[in-house]
């Protein structure tokens, strides 16, 4: 097995409610191509939009001319459908990350169990790596999902971090909480199986400004997907400056963690 050579942390912004506030009055605006672009000139490594099955906020054609106009990785969040993945075939995002989907959920509300669907989710894998796309899974922090990952040959697990980020709120914001501590825990020992395994270790949900550095300062965290916090702290200060404060945040997180 080979082991994923660690670099310096980045951020991936999710524009997906700059979309949402567009579709509030079903218009042309705002763009989430000028919010792409505004995320990179605050900092952002790469830009996360979910193109999901009832179209509610990102579209087609928003994936299409983000792939074709930023100047930084896109990262494409999909359910393991066949109409997804022949969309991300023809589109080609940098990665593409498999999300359970349910219609009436608000946002994705747990990972994905890859245990459950090897045999198809090995198949989407495969079909993705022919067009030249990293596939990553976004799971919970188990070890039998970690395990279930490597098998399916993706390349990068991004840890569902929403259980520690509610565990975190529910201690007031306590970081030093023993429930916090112990969701804290099982991300670095899901994150230390993902590095064994030679994938990347890669984490987001629910994240923001208040809980994100515990996570920055994990052994091997390469990316972590902020979208929600970055928006709504945009609506008050822009989302150019948004970013460059959560970029600032995570790097010192990290900066922390490497001592």
């Avoid at 983000?66 to 940098?94: G, H, W």
């Avoid at 608000?106 to 989407?124: N, P, Y």
């Avoid at 976004?138 to 990068?156: C, K, Y």
């Avoid at 550095?213 to 928006?231: F, M, N, S, T």
Wanted: a negative charge; glycine letters at 8%; charged letters at 25%.
């Amino acid at each position: 097995m080979g082991r994923e050579v660690s670099g310096m942390i980045e951020l991936g912004v999710n524009i997906d409610h700059v979309a949402t506030l567009r579709q509030a009055r079903r218009t042309y605006e705002p763009d989430p191509l000028w919010a792409a672009v505004e995320a990179h000139l605050g900092g952002a490594d790469g830009i996360t939009v979910h193109l999901r099955e009832d179209r509610r906020h990102i579209n087609d054609d928003d994936v299409r001319r983000l792939k074709e106009s930023t100047q930084i990785k896109l990262n494409l969040e999909m359910a393991a459908t066949d109409e997804m993945v022949e969309i991300a075939r023809r589109i080609k995002p940098e990665m593409a990350m498999l999300v359970p989907e349910g219609r009436h959920e608000v946002t994705t509300e747990g990972g994905l169990d890859v245990a459950a669907q090897e045999a198809r989710l090995k198949d989407v894998v495969a079909r993705l790596a022919d067009a030249g796309i990293v596939t990553s899974v976004f799971i919970d922090a188990e070890l039998r999902q970690v395990e279930a990952a490597e098998r399916i040959g993706a390349r990068v697990c991004e840890l569902h971090t929403g259980p520690y980020a509610h565990a975190f709120h529910n201690a007031g914001r306590d970081a030093e909480a023993p429930a916090v501590l112990a969701e804290i825990d099982k991300i670095a020992l899901a994150g230390e199986a993902i590095r064994a395994f030679g994938m990347r270790f890669n984490a987001g949900h629910a994240l923001n400004y208040y809980n994100v550095q515990p996570i920055a300062r994990l052994p091997g965290v390469r990316e972590l997907h902020i979208g929600h916090a970055i928006v709504s702290r945009a609506v008050f200060v822009g989302l150019r400056e948004a970013v460059r404060e959560m970029k600032t945040l995570i790097r010192e997180g990290a900066a922390v963690g490497s001592v």
